[in-house]
Structures are given as structure tokens and as C-alpha cells.
């Protein structure tokens, strides 16, 4: 009968989605592989980026900072006080970033609007820092003007490819995300927000530049409880990535490239290593594929990168579960969508999905659908009808419609669950971070991002999978404590602000 069939196939895709035990533990000793291949030279598969934050807070740290967010479509300014007993006061403003600016003719029409929303920022909200008095000073003996105390230290959040040579010094590879100033590419980007900010004769000072996975790492470091060290901070949202503490006698590649003639302290023996894990295992070497994985990835901007990213992320999940859902509507023997029981060949059987439905569009199915899905518990899976009919033009679709895509949509999101255990698994591992300490220490990390927060039972997966690990097992799985770490590039920027400061 007609219900029979549909879950079967439905059960048949969901299992196309599986992630065993044995899988999991190829892929952390890969992942482990790659890590050290990253730390020993350029231009490995994970790029395993030396970012120059020699050490992370542990809560005890005070004063004011600023910090500024360049990112996508807006740009924010904040101002950050620490408080040194693991909290802090936040102001913030946020404007959207004139699509002319994005893809300006020169550095300087974008930057000097960076700028001024910075001048704006203190105007308003820290009439101490700024009044025609400082401006004048500054204007007459430039930025030598001010005193020490006057200057705020800035962190620069800049989620754009970098290659990183000092803690405020980096040149821009490429513009991502819509953003197009051939005059920028190859520069440092502190040093041109720098130039029109003393343009402007604000006492600011560009102390750091940061990327964004480094700020949730150091803002949890610094809020986590019990004024543990964080060891990782890791993001899963539009995309994931993490950055962890390693030992500086592991980087090699220190020693060989462009980064030795760079000034650090080296006094903490630890640097933080962006890892940029969202290329782990490009080659496929062991991550698990399927034909919508593949097919999502042929048909992408950029086939063949990013493979780790393209099975765990918000970017990327909406799609999976999108051509997985096509290959049944589109499969004759599979009553997925259709209103009665005759066979699907019958030319009296009619659909219920709309020819202009999202779901055939590429990226038609957001990642938000996913958590629904997964999380609906209700009698007759209403919240998930609701959504396939206002959101994806299925109407009245069946409650065994919808247990169906409830079904493969639970299997791709804990797949993308259980890849997150690998990569955690695998910085537990290479860090020796349980080996030490006491049994009772926690190991912690921060994470931040729509899927960790909202994607139902996330948490609990990533765990799961953690325990099947030996090198961790249900020991170790305790010890590690996930909490997470909001305003990343807020707190987290002003934090290295403040780390780079001390190093001068
Ligand atoms: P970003 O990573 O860009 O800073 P987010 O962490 O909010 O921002 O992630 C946005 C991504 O998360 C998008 O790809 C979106 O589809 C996805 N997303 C948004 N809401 C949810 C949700 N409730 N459950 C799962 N994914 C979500």
C-alpha cells in the first residue's frame, strides 16, 4: 500500500545518511593528519592560519575597548567595557553597507565610510573620547596628539580571506559575499581603516585584526564559568569553522615562512591557529558522499572546496535535504506529495506540489526547515505540514508526507552533527587536552551559530558520537563542556584588542 511504500523510501534515503562509528573514527584520525600537515607548511588542504593571539583571557580582564564588524551586509561599531569578573557591557550600532560601497572603485570610498561611522559611533556614545577639543588637538599634531589613555584600542572583525602577518596586519586575498574593490586586494586592511581614522583625527587606534571563529574562542575563554581556559571556539551557522590553542614548538611553519620576521610574544609558548576546517578532506579521502551531496556540489561556485563545510552548515543542509526530497517526488514508484492511493502511473493521480515551488529551485529549502522538521513532535506532524504548505507551495500534504521528509531531514542533520564530533574530537586528541589535568577538569569549548543554537538535540548528537571515540569514550565525553559564546566579534575582538595591546 501507498503509506508502506513511502516509508520505505523514505527509510531508504534516511540511511544514505548514515555516519557510523567506524566512519567517525577514520575521520578523526584524518582530521588529525590534516591538522598537522596545515601546521607545517602553506598551502595544505586545512590552512591552519597562525593568527599572532598568544594567549586567551580568563575572565579577569578590564578596561574599555572598541570594535568594528565588516562581514556581509552590515557593519557594526561597538564598544566594549570588561568588567574582570567575566562580564561586560555592550554598546552597539549597526548600519547596512551601501551596495555602491561594496564594490566601489577605491579602497579609500569604502574605508573612509568605515571611518566615519566609527566618528559617529563616538560622538554618540562617548562624548568623553570625543569633543571638538580632541579634534582639534588631533588636527594639529596628528595622532600623536592624544595621550595613552585618550586612544581607544580597536579589534578589526574582517570575515573576508586574509593572509594574516601580524596581530594587526593582514592583506586581503579576495573579496567574498558581493564585495568587489580591485584596489583592495593584496593590502592591509588595518592600515587603510588606520589612515582614515587619522584622517578623521579620532583617537583610535586599530590594534587587531580578527577572524571571527578567533573571537568566539576568546570571548568564551572569557565569560566561561569557573574562569576556565577555553580551548576552541567553534562556529556552525551560515558556515563553520573553529580556531584552537596550540603549542608554538607545533607550528612549524613559523619558523620557514613570511610569519618568522613578525614580532610576538612568545612568552605564553601557545599561539591560536584559525584552521579554517571547512576544507578538511577536499579530496574526499574519508567523508562520507551521496548523490546529493555530489550533485550539490558540481552544481556550486566552487566545486571541489569546502567539501567539509557542504555537509554541516546552514548554508549547505537546506540544499541536501532538498534533493533528497526531489529524488522521491520525482521517483514514479514513490507517493510523496500525492493526494490519493492509486499508483503514481495512474494519470488521475495529481500532486499536491506547486510547479513554482521553492523546492525545485536550487537553495529553495532553508536550513531553517531542518530544525523544524527534526523537532516536530506535535500529533500529525502539523508544524511541518504548516511550513511544506505555507513555505514550499505542498499543499495538504499527508502526515505520512510529512513523517517522510521529517525522517530525512533528522538524518541529515545529525550526519552534519556527527562530522562536528570529528572535528572537536580531533583538537581533543592532537591538543592531549584530557591527557592533563585532573579527571574532574573540564576540557572548554564555545561555539556559536544558528544550527548549534536552534537545530534540535545538536548538542546531544555531537556527543553521542564523541563517546563511540576511544581516545575520548564516555569518560572523556563528560569532561568536555560545550557552552555558547555569543557576540564573538564584540567581546572576542575587543579581548584581542586588549591581548595586542599588552604584547606592544
Ligand atoms: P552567520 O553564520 O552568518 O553569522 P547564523 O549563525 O545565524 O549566521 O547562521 C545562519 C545560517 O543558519 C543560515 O544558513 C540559515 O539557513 C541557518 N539557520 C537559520 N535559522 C536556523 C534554524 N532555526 N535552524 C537551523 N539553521 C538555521
Redesign the pocket.
Known sequence: PRSMALAAAAQRVAAEFEYSKEAVNRGVDAFITQMHEGLGKQGATMSQIPTYVTGVPNGTEKGLYMAVDL??TNFRVCSIQLHGNSTFSLTQSKVPIPKDLMVAQTSHELFSFLAKQIQLFLKTHHGEHYNTHTERRASMAGFGGFREEEIFSLGFTFSFPVQQVGINKGTLIRWTKGFDIHDTVGKDVCALLQKEIDALGLPVRVSALVN?TVGTLMARSYTSPGKTRTLLGA?????TNGAYVEKLSNITKLNTTAGSSSNYDKSTGEMIINTEWGSFDNQLSVLPDTPYDRDLDRESVNPGIQMFEKRI???F??EILRRAIVSLVQDPAVPLFHDDDSSRNDVHSTTQIDATSPLYKQWGL???F???AAGDSGLGLKATRQSLDNDYGVSAASAEDAEAVRLIAAAVGKRAARLSAVAIAAVVISTASLATGDKDDVVDIGV????V???PNFEEYIREALREIPRIGPEGEKRIRIGIAKDGSGVGAALIALVADRAM
Open positions: 562581514g556581509g571571527d562556529i556552525f551557522g551560515t558556515g552548515s546552514g548554508m543542509l537546506g532553508d536550513t531553517s531542518l530544525s523544524i556559536d551559530g544558528s544550527l543554537e536552534f537545530y
